[in-house]
C-alpha cells in the first residue's frame, strides 16, 4: 500500500428519534478486505475518550449504550475505520444534547370518541416521561370542508375538542412540546391528520 492510511467514514452524524439516539457514518470502500469500525464517546463531565459496545463492528451504525441516557448530558461521538493494522483518522461529531438535539415524534391517537358536538381524543406521549417532565400537546383541528383551522393546547391526554357542528366531518392533528429541567421548549413533529364525523343530535 502506498497510503498508510485509511481514508476517514463521512457523513457522520447522531441520529436521536424520540430520545433514541445512534451514531451512523457512511461505508469506507476498499479494494479487498472487511473494514471495520470503532466509536469512542466522551462526555462534557469527564474529557476523556471511552469505548462504546462498539469497537471493530462491521455495521457503519452504533446505538448509545445505556450508561449515556441522561437527556442532560453534553455527549462527543468519534468513529474510525480499521483494516488489519491500518486505520483511519478519527472524525468528531458536533456535541451531542439529547433534550435538545432529539426529534419528538407525534403522540399516538388511541381512541376518538364522537358526539354531536364534540371529538373526545385519547393520545399516549411517544416516550416515557422522566421526572419533571411537562408535555404540552398542542390540537389543531378543522371543518374538512374550509381551510380554517383552530388551535387548542392540552396537557392532558384526555382531551375533548368542542363547540363543533353535528354530523359533519373534522380533521385534526397534534403535536407534542416538552419543556425540559432546563425550562428549555422541544416541539416535536405533528402528527398525520385523522378525521371523525360527529354524529346528529
Known sequence: ESSPRLPAPKDVIVYSYNFRSLLRWSPV??????????????????????????????????????????????????????LGQVTSDWVETD????ERNTTIGPPKVNS??????SLLISVTPPFGLEVG??????????????????KETTRNTLFKIKSLKEST???FSIQVELMTYSDHWLLGLQSVPECSRTTMS
Not at 376518538?112 to 358536538?117: M, Q
Open 169 to 171: 366531518l373534522y380533521c
Open 112 to 117: 376518538v370518541i364522537a358526539s354531536s358536538d
Open 95 to 98: 456535541p451531542f444534547v439529547a
Open 133 to 150: 417532565d411537562i408535555l404540552q400537546y398542542h390540537v389543531s383541528y378543522w371543518e374538512n370542508t374550509t381551510s380554517t383551522t383552530k
Open 29 to 82: 470502500k476498499v479494494d479487498r478486505g472487511l473494514v471495520l469500525y470503532t466509536v469512542h464517546f466522551k462526555t462534557g463531565a469527564f474529557n476523556q475518550w471511552d469505548e462504546m459496545n462498539c469497537t471493530r463492528i462491521t455495521q457503519t451504525e452504533c446505538s448509545f449504550p445505556w450508561s449515556l441516557k441522561e437527556r442532560r448530558w453534553t455527549v462527543v461521538l468519534r468513529v474510525r475505520a480499521e
